[in-house]
């Protein structure tokens, strides 16, 4: 397999999700090698879909991202994570790539996006983003500073862990389970009253461990990124940043819903419905809203009387 490669992890929940973001992909990059994480039990119809029109390969390792997930379990406590299945994430690792870019479901991409692997070349570990701008807040908490495990340029390096990327051999799994372990000592420093569960924990292992790191975002004229972000526009399939005038790389919807009452859902279904010969209606998310369906097919119904009288 090829030395590059990027990761996705999806169950069948967010197979819609999984979709668009997989069709933005092979939209920019046709030849990327993609392999899929299952998120739990649930995972076998988007692993079918993606395979079968997205070239998308298997996790090769089926029995270690539950052991992950275990050993953050048995770290914390079972009870402690609202999703601990996020943690399967980390079976990044240990898969095939040599260099390897991770991607949450809720991405959707606007360039050859594992071009961002090309900083590989200088750093260990890039991400894009700008969480630093918001302070601490889902990644620690403020008493971070007191315990004085990291210096202040460590804390401006907090990232979102819904795309990163690295190369394999950095960690063992050893070495993984023992950074859970160490965050675990030090939980009340870390940020989890936001609804988080990996992120914390993932910041606190990168930002201890890996010192060779850099956010891309902080490159003078990097457009931002953020569903969250007002005012980005429209051109043809991809999104423009005003203030640097230039598309975004991605669109990240963390935090952000999904849906006709959310913010860029025009780009979302875009890609979702790209590529042809995928299933329509596999979920509610792509149903459409009821009312609306009722109106437009009564609106059609009266257009072909019309048309018939």
């Known amino acids: 397999m090829a030395?590059?490669?990027?990761?996705?992890?999806?169950?069948?929940?967010?197979?819609?999700?999984?979709?668009?973001?997989a069709a933005s992909i092979r939209a920019r990059d046709p030849a990327i090698p993609l392999v899929h994480i299952p998120y739990d039990e649930h995972s076998a119809r988007v692993a079918d879909i993606l395979a079968r029109h997205f070239a998308v390969q298997p996790y090769p390792h089926p029995a270690l991202p539950a052991r992950i997930v275990r050993a953050a379990c048995e770290a914390f406590g079972e009870q402690f994570f609202r999703n601990p299945n996020n943690f399967r994430k980390q079976a990044c690792w240990f898969g095939p790539f040599d260099e390897f870019l991770y991607l949450d479901a809720d991405v959707v991409v606007f360039s050859p996006i594992a071009e961002l692997l090309d900083h590989l070349r200088e750093v260990d570990f890039v991400t894009c983003d700008d969480q630093h701008q918001g302070g601490l807040t889902h990644v620690f908490d403020p008493r971070i500073r007191e315990a004085g495990l990291f210096g202040p340029d460590d804390l401006a390096d907090v990232f979102n862990a819904g795309l990163w990327g690295a190369r394999r051999g950095l960690l063992t799994e050893e070495a993984l389970y023992a950074a859970f372990q160490e965050a675990a000592r030090e939980r009340d420093c870390l940020d989890f009253a936001h609804g988080g569960t990996d992120q914390p924990v993932f910041n606190f292992l990168v930002l201890r461990h890996i010192r060779r790191r850099r956010n891309v975002f902080r490159q003078a004229g990097e457009p931002r990124m953020w569903a969250g972000t007002p005012g980005f526009r429209r051109r043809g399939d991809l999104l423009v940043d005003p203030l640097v005038g230039r598309p975004l790389r991605f669109l990240h919807w963390a935090g952000r819903p999904i849906g006709p009452r959310g913010p860029y859902w025009d780009?979302?279904?875009?890609?979702?419905?790209?590529?042809?010969?995928?299933?329509?209606?596999?979920?509610p998310l792509v149903r459409g809203d009821p009312l609306r369906q009722r109106l437009a097919r009564r609106l059609r119904r009266r257009l072909a009387a019309l048309r018939r009288s």
């Open 3 to 21: 030395a590059r490669g990027i990761y996705l992890l999806a169950n069948d929940r967010v197979i819609d999700h999984a979709i668009a973001l």
């Open 267 to 283: 780009v979302w279904r875009h890609y979702r419905f790209l590529q042809r010969g995928v299933p329509r209606a596999l979920s």
